[in-house]
């Protein structure tokens, strides 16, 4: 049974923008911290963001101030809204809650 998956990817121009879906199982959702991570071509695995249940938002450094976490309890969606992305914003985006990962998304910034 597939508990998250992520869409919205794709490829962007330099500035522009994304949003990032995660629809996740209501048995993992409940009570979940959800975060996003993102795995750069030919690198580690690196975390973005993260929401708690009750909403409250933490960013990695390279994305504060571009990105943006947020959360629909009734609908068990987490989304990343991305602005003035980068070149170096590309990588495959995968959401993580309750010890689980989604397949990923690929974004791709490039004119």
């Known amino acids: 049974q597939v508990h998250l998956v992520e869409s919205g990817g794709g490829l962007v121009q330099p500035g522009g923008s994304l949003r990032l879906s995660c629809a996740v199982s209501?048995?993992?959702?409940?009570?979940?911290?959800v975060a996003w991570h993102r795995q750069p071509p030919g690198k580690l695995r690196e975390w973005v963001a993260t929401i708690t249940t009750s909403g409250s938002p933490n960013y990695s450094d390279s994305v504060k101030g571009r990105f943006a976490i947020s959360r629909d309890n009734a609908k068990n969606m987490v989304f990343l809204h991305m602005n003035s992305l980068k070149p170096e914003d590309t990588a495959v985006y995968y959401c993580y809650a309750g010890e689980e990962w989604g397949q990923g998304t690929q974004v791709t910034v490039s004119s």
């Open positions: 209501s048995s993992i959702f409940k009570n979940k911290v």
